[in-house]
């Protein structure tokens, strides 16, 4: 069922916020993966505090969670398996740029002040992965942290997935949509090891996914899924999880290469091309790191 609400405004204020992520959702007693685009603060009267606060109360008590991704933790050996996405010798300057995983570490940029407004809220949980963390507010949010580990990071996702969840987008589009790094992991796509700082030691992360810039290409495909309402220039999106799963799971059996950027600079996604065509090679093991 799809259903596209417009609720035209040129500043959008705390109430208008909060009736369009109420009427995009699917499962109003169930969890939801939020997703904010950074921009969105300078579109909402109030700032990212009312974005919060809208969220607080479409949720109504139920439970939600965010990704707080932390990049910065990254480092790289001098040598390292191949196909891996990564030229090893060209990363080695941002190894001493590098900072040790840990509760209180901010996400990156890229995913605007929000992640960082949700981790001060009393009663937020964050899950331990030093890349590919989430934040999780409300009664599950210990359980939805849990639910990561080293070898499954998108537990979380997976976590939503059983719990009948949504997924819904303010003012983003699919390429902040890291719930289809999930469906990429149920098809079977290659996936890449990466390594970080944490506990005083360099983690290995196996699982570690590719590129999101082709995502954008799933939208014409979840249009029958997706409730919108337009806000001025912008709009709030929510799909189910499930058919958002269904749907995107399809596509990649019949396609394995759908939903790769088309950048021919992109060593991610040429190594999924280059996996699909020609199969998988030993990829041996890395260097020891400094």
Same mark, same amino acid.
């Given at each position: 069922?799809?259903?596209?609400?417009?609720?035209?405004?040129?500043?959008?204020?705390?109430?208008?916020?909060?009736?369009?992520?109420?009427?995009?959702?699917?499962?109003?007693?169930?969890?939801?993966?939020?997703?904010?685009?950074?921009?969105?603060? $300078?579109?909402?009267?109030?700032? &990212?505090?009312?974005?919060?606060?809208?969220?607080?109360? *479409?949720?109504?008590?139920?439970? @939600? &969670?965010?990704?707080?991704?932390?990049?910065?933790?990254?480092?790289?050996?001098?040598?390292?398996?191949?196909?891996?996405?990564?030229?090893?010798?060209?990363? /080695?300057?941002?190894?001493?740029?590098?900072?040790?995983?840990? *509760?209180?570490?901010?996400?990156?940029?890229?995913?605007?002040?929000?992640?960082? *407004?949700?981790?001060?809220?009393?009663?937020?949980?964050?899950?331990? $992965?030093?890349?590919?963390?989430?934040?999780?507010? #409300?009664?599950?949010?210990?359980?939805?942290?849990?639910?990561?580990?080293?070898?499954?990071? @998108?537990?979380? =996702?997976?976590?939503?997935?059983?719990?009948? #969840?949504?997924?819904?987008?303010?003012?983003?589009? $699919?390429?902040?949509?890291?719930? &289809?790094?999930?469906?990429?992991?149920?098809?079977?796509?290659?996936?890449?090891?990466? @390594?970080?700082?944490?506990?005083?030691?360099?983690?290995?992360?196996? #699982?570690?996914?590719?590129?999101?810039?082709?995502?954008?290409?799933?939208?014409?495909?979840?249009?029958?899924?997706?409730?919108?309402?337009?806000?001025?220039?912008?709009?709030? /999106?929510?799909?189910?999880?499930?058919?958002?799963? /269904? =749907?995107?799971?399809?596509?990649?059996?019949?396609?394995?290469?759908?939903?790769?950027?088309?950048?021919?600079?992109?060593?991610?996604? $040429?190594?999924?091309? /280059?996996?699909?065509?020609?199969?998988?090679?030993?990829?041996?093991?890395?260097?020891?790191?400094?």
């Amino acid at each position: 069922m799809e259903r596209t609400l417009s609720l035209v405004s040129t500043q959008v204020g705390f109430r208008t916020l909060t009736l369009a992520l109420e009427a995009v959702r699917w499962n109003s007693n169930g969890p939801a993966l939020i997703l904010v685009a950074p921009e969105v603060e $300078h579109r909402v009267r109030g700032g &990212i505090a009312t974005v919060l606060g809208a969220v607080q109360a *479409a949720m109504r008590g139920n439970t @939600w &969670i965010i990704p707080a991704f932390t990049s910065r933790t990254m480092v790289y050996p001098r040598v390292g398996p191949p196909d891996n996405g990564v030229v090893y010798l060209a990363m /080695q300057a941002a190894n001493a740029r590098a900072t040790f995983f840990h *509760a209180d570490l901010p996400a990156d940029p890229e995913w605007g002040p929000f992640p960082e *407004a949700v981790r001060r809220l009393p009663g937020t949980r964050r899950s331990e $992965h030093p890349v590919l963390s989430f934040l999780a507010v #409300g009664p599950q949010a210990e359980a939805a942290v849990a639910a990561q580990s080293i070898l499954d990071p @998108w537990g979380p =996702i997976r976590w939503l997935h059983a719990e009948d #969840g949504d997924v819904i987008l303010i003012g983003a589009d $699919h390429t902040l949509n890291v719930a &289809i790094h999930y469906v990429e992991a149920l098809a079977g796509r290659k996936t890449f090891v990466r @390594w970080a700082l944490m506990d005083r030691r360099v983690v290995e992360l196996p #699982g570690f996914p590719g590129c999101r810039r082709g995502f954008g290409a799933a939208a014409s495909l979840l249009e029958p899924a997706t409730r919108r309402v337009h806000l001025s220039d912008w709009a709030v /999106q929510g799909l189910p999880l499930e058919r958002m799963v /269904q =749907i995107l799971l399809d596509l990649l059996r019949r396609d394995p290469m759908a939903l790769l950027c088309e950048d021919p600079l992109c060593l991610l996604c $040429h190594a999924v091309r /280059q996996h699909v065509l020609y199969g998988a090679r030993p990829t041996g093991s890395a260097a020891a790191l400094p």
